[in-house]
Nanobody, 127 residues
Framework: QVQLVESGGGLVQAGASLKLSCTAS????????MGWFRQAPGKEREFVAI???????????VYADSVQGRFTISRSDAKNAVYLQMNSLKPEDTAVYYC?????????????????WGQGTQVTVSS
């Protein structure tokens, strides 16, 4: 059974940093797409970042405009994990953050493309 487990959320002040982690078990996601989405109360789940496999033994990071330049996605094949370094956090970043993964190497921005999801971790940014 595939499981994605997120950690690293919390309550921080605006301008602070957090690093989210997501570790997969049950199958390897090396050379596969893994990413992050978020969902704020009353809103739809939205794309944050994805690390796509580019067939050159590395991953390409793609970001939502709202987090470009502040968030960085990274991967660890050895740990079967994906990370999200979040800097200069803003109150509008407050949401539940979900890790997503799929056996395909490259995916886009729609949540329906992803087959596997974590349970989510809460990030709250106070002003």
């Amino acid at each position: 059974q595939v499981q994605l487990v997120e950690s690293g959320g919390g309550l921080v002040q605006a301008g602070a940093s957090l690093k989210l982690s997501c570790t997969a078990s049950g199958r390897t996601f090396n050379s596969c797409a893994m990413g992050w989405f978020r969902q704020a109360p009353g809103k739809e789940r939205e794309f944050v970042a994805i690390a796509n496999w580019n067939r050159g033994r590395t991953y390409d990071g793609v970001y939502a405009d709202s987090v470009q330049g502040r968030f960085t996605i990274s991967r660890s094949d050895a740990k079967n994990a994906v990370y999200l370094q979040m800097n200069s956090l803003k109150p509008e970043d407050t949401a539940v953050y979900y890790c997503a993964a799929d056996p395909r190497p490259r995916l886009g921005y729609s949540p329906i493309e992803y087959n596997y999801w974590g349970q989510g971790t809460q990030v709250t940014v106070s002003s």
